[in-house]
């Protein structure tokens, strides 16, 4: 028996026969960082990155690259994205050595207003069906990104997605689940099984996806270029289609659409610059929590400390209070972005935080104004280009409308307006953009670009730009570790509707966090739930001009890629 026992001692001490510890990392962390010279992409699935990659080293930009790797995202991930949604972007021009905005999102219809519901005792926008669809503004976008920052014709950069659509592609494994977790309640949708229920099944994991629709409707855009799915024959069809179906979508609406080159907006956090996109997104939301978390010494809390989750979360309620009653589109709103943005009111607000209460409810800022599924990529080319692109049909699968022999599904944007209240900021109005989830981000340093990144999964994405902001910054992480670290996700504050939060809301704690700080939290009086949900999908690129390298990270929680040259 003193034998046996020996041997195991021995056996088990021998290197490389046993779990050893992490030569690089934080215990949380995946795997090691993703390090090129020439170009780097990180996108939510392998194969959208690998055409990104092939686009560079065929000479084309970055945004040549984001182009062709939103373009497959929309084949291989279409629960979550497609040219029937709408796309944000932030861009670095290395030669100008500028930061540009774009806005691609599109707008309500023109012939349907907030009386159709009010009429019919509508408390809210149905989430499926035609009543949300707005004009999907992602197509108009890429022609204008193209436009400015493009090198290869378009033909080239979608030949990659044409390709998986008729030749077919593999499921991967977290879209597959998404997939079918999501589908149910859209089955009997017009068009949508015939496109995404070949054989009466969502396709599994594993299972060869064709989409041979969607890859003629891509040649056509190749070919014909904007106009092909904005005036011709692809409006034409959605046309008919929801004409068809009771929805008020028209070619008018698709015709007249335009997308808005905008300013980007910033908070300087501790010398590093954040850059958010304006309303009618949410990024906004994100620099008001770095503005007010500012103010406390975080790296002395520590990573995943009650202090810190506390203060994170109180900033987040705050932040929220105010994306709701004043996040809408600016063509119909004037939107006070230099109050909400100055120190001296991220101070007066910071004030309402107590250190040891969660507060039940905050009231959102009282200011004199005149008169929330998604895919996100970054790219990065030798040039030192950066693209910081995000597109979304919205929820998963969207409104399930599938316009006839098109093979993309039609955004559920809409689901975001206010249909209770015509004087609040976010009222549905003909011809108006909704409030958005969906926001891409950015941070310099001295003038210079220093990361490229985004957070997918709605309204988490402000609350998950600030922690990677703060995981970078305050607490040291890498690029890898910043995406990988446990994150939380308050949810239950006010929404875009106007609603208001009266119990504190909930707040979700991924698994990682230790039961010490979730037992404080709960003292303080934070309602707990912790486990499986929502927490984004994480992606990005870090530069270093000085040694002309790029860093490149894609987190776990999608089936994504950072991969470079």
Not at 104 to 133: C, T
Not at 327 to 333: G, H, K, M
Not at 433 to 441: L, M, N, Q, S, V
Not at 491 to 508: D, I
Request: glycine share 12%; charged share 20%; aromatic share 10%.
């Amino acid at each position: 028996m003193q034998k046996q026992i020996l041997f195991l001692f021995v056996f088990l001490s021998l290197p490389g026969l046993w779990a050893q510890d992490r030569l690089t990392g934080e215990t949380f962390t995946t795997r090691s960082e993703v390090l090129a010279r020439n170009g780097m992409a990180a996108t939510s699935q392998p194969l959208a990155t690998q055409a990104a990659l092939d686009i560079l080293k065929k000479g084309g930009s970055a945004m040549d690259a984001a182009i062709a790797a939103n373009a497959v995202l929309g084949l291989v991930e279409p629960a979550s994205c497609g040219i029937g949604g709408d796309i944000f972007a932030i861009v670095w021009d290395a030669k100008q050595k500028k930061l540009f905005g774009f806005n691609g999102s599109g707008r309500a219809p023109k012939s349907l207003n907030i009386e159709y519901f009010m009429e019919r005792d509508m408390a809210y926008v149905p989430l499926y069906g035609p009543l949300p669809v707005s004009v999907p503004g992602c197509v108009d976008g890429w022609f204008e990104l193209h436009k400015k920052f493009g090198k290869l014709p378009m033909n080239d950069i979608l030949q990659p997605a044409i390709g998986y659509g008729r030749d077919g592609f593999p499921v991967s494994e977290v879209i597959a689940y998404e997939m079918a977790s999501n589908y149910e309640g859209l089955k009997d949708q017009p068009g949508f099984a015939r496109t995404y229920m070949p054989g009466g099944q969502i396709p599994a994991k594993g299972e060869v996806f064709k989409n041979p629709d969607l890859a003629n409707t891509y040649a056509k855009i190749a070919k014909g270029g904007r106009d092909a799915f904005y005036k011709g024959d692809i409006a034409r069809t959605i046309d008919t289609y929801m004409k068809k179906h009771g929805g008020f979508l028209s070619y008018e609406d698709l015709a007249s659409h335009t997308s808005d080159w905008v300013e980007p907006v910033s908070a300087n956090y501790r010398g590093y610059d954040v850059w958010e996109l304006p309303p009618n997104g949410q990024g906004t939301a994100a620099l008001q929590m770095l503005n007010i978390l500012e103010g406390y010494d975080l790296a002395a809390m520590g990573f995943g400390s009650a202090d810190y989750v506390h203060v994170l979360t109180e900033a987040k309620k705050l932040a929220y209070e105010d994306r709701a009653k004043f996040y809408a589109d600016p063509a119909f709103n004037q939107i006070p972005l230099t109050e909400l943005l100055s120190e001296e009111y991220a101070a007066t607000r910071r004030g309402l935080i107590q250190p040891d209460q969660a507060a039940r409810s905050y009231p959102a800022g009282d200011m004199e104004i005149e008169s929330g599924n998604t895919t996100y990529l970054t790219v990065a080319d030798k040039d030192g280009n950066v693209v910081s692109l995000i597109q979304s049909i919205y929820s998963e699968f969207a409104s399930g409308m599938v316009p006839d022999g098109l093979g993309f599904v039609l955004q559920n944007r809409g689901q975001m307006f206010n249909v209770q209240d015509k004087t609040h900021a976010n009222a549905l109005e003909p011809g108006k953009r909704p409030f958005h989830t969906i926001i891409p981000a950015f941070i310099t340093k001295d003038g210079k670009p220093y990361v490229s990144f985004g957070l997918m999964g709605g309204a988490v994405q402000p609350q998950g730009h600030a922690q990677i902001v703060v995981n970078l910054i305050d607490f040291g992480m890498n690029l890898q570790e910043a995406g990988d670290a446990p994150r939380i996700r308050h949810a239950g504050s006010s929404q875009p509707t106007g609603s208001r939060m009266t119990n504190g809301g909930t707040l979700n704690m991924e698994s990682g966090f230790d039961y010490k700080t979730i037992r404080e939290l709960r003292k303080k009086g934070h309602r707990i739930s912790f486990g499986v949900g929502i927490y984004g999908g994480y992606q990005a690129i870090g530069i270093d001009l000085e040694n002309r390298v790029y860093t490149g990270a894609s987190e776990s929680r999608k089936d994504g890629q950072a991969a470079g040259y």
